[in-house]
């Protein structure tokens, strides 16, 4: 089984709200991702956690938190986010962190930041 | 800093032909390539992964290969049909420092249409 959950799948909030995204994989993997995609544009890292640990955070603002709770769970705690926050959300996991393995991506949460 | 490059940016062909898409990169020290498969408003489909010491990768009517000293790849669809439509993406694994382990960078896709 090479599958990525996302919940939920669509989420509108406001920009005072406060709401978390959550991606969820059982295939064992050590390396969880975030990404940000953009209409009609590539998906860009926003964070990376090996073995629960956060490792490259892309410079991402703070009004985005990650947290991995769990080798199987990975959260994105949303907070004043802004309109342009607008985008398809895209988690991913691979076997661990080495570049020789691939990465496994779900089907994504598209915010409406309004 | 690592650029990949995707031609042609849209694609259409009538439903049985054989197509290539084009992926370049510009710093040969990478890890791997990946090709992707996304659906409009969906995840990301891995179709292949080709590791640096490798030529090529092969899964039904598809053939990715790699050719890393000229930063280029291929990704060949043989007998296309319309559920081939679709964005195809490649994604390099930039191989300098351990600050880039776990790092993909995109192309922009070639989006596909195979008319029936």
């Known amino acids: 089984d090479t599958e990525v959950t996302q919940t939920p799948k669509h989420l509108v909030m406001g920009m005072t709200n406060k709401k978390s995204l959550k991606c969820e994989q059982h295939?064992?993997?050590?390396?969880m991702y975030w990404y940000k995609q953009k209409a009609k544009k590539p998906p860009e890292l926003m964070f990376v956690y090996s073995y629960e640990k956060l490792s490259i955070n892309e410079s991402v603002p703070s009004r985005f938190s990650p947290e991995c709770p769990n080798s199987s769970l990975l959260n994105l705690h949303l907070h004043a986010l802004q309109p342009e926050d607008s985008a398809l959300y895209l988690c991913?996991?691979?076997?661990?962190?080495?570049?020789?393995?691939?990465?496994?991506f779900g089907p994504g949460t598209r915010l409406t930041v309004t | 800093k690592q650029e990949v490059t995707q031609i042609p940016a849209a694609l259409s062909v009538p439903e049985g032909e054989n197509l290539v898409l084009n992926c370049s990169f510009t710093?040969?020290?990478?890890?791997?390539l990946q090709w992707f498969r996304q659906d409009p408003g969906k995840g990301l489909t891995s179709l292949l992964l080709i590791q640096s010491s490798q030529r090529e990768q092969t899964s039904g009517r598809l053939n990715a290969s790699l050719d890393k000293s000229s930063g280029r790849s291929t990704l060949y669809i043989a007998a296309s049909q319309p559920g081939d439509s679709a964005t195809y993406l490649c994604?390099?694994?930039?191989?300098?420092?351990?600050?880039?382990?776990?790092?993909?960078?995109f192309g922009q896709g070639t989006t596909l249409q195979v008319k029936p």
């Open positions: 295939m064992g993997h050590r390396a």
């Open positions: 991913a996991s691979s076997q661990g962190r080495w570049d020789s393995y691939e990465q496994y």
């Open positions: 994604a390099v694994s930039p191989g300098h420092g351990s600050s880039n382990t776990g790092k993909l960078i």
């Open positions: 710093d040969s020290a990478i890890y791997n």
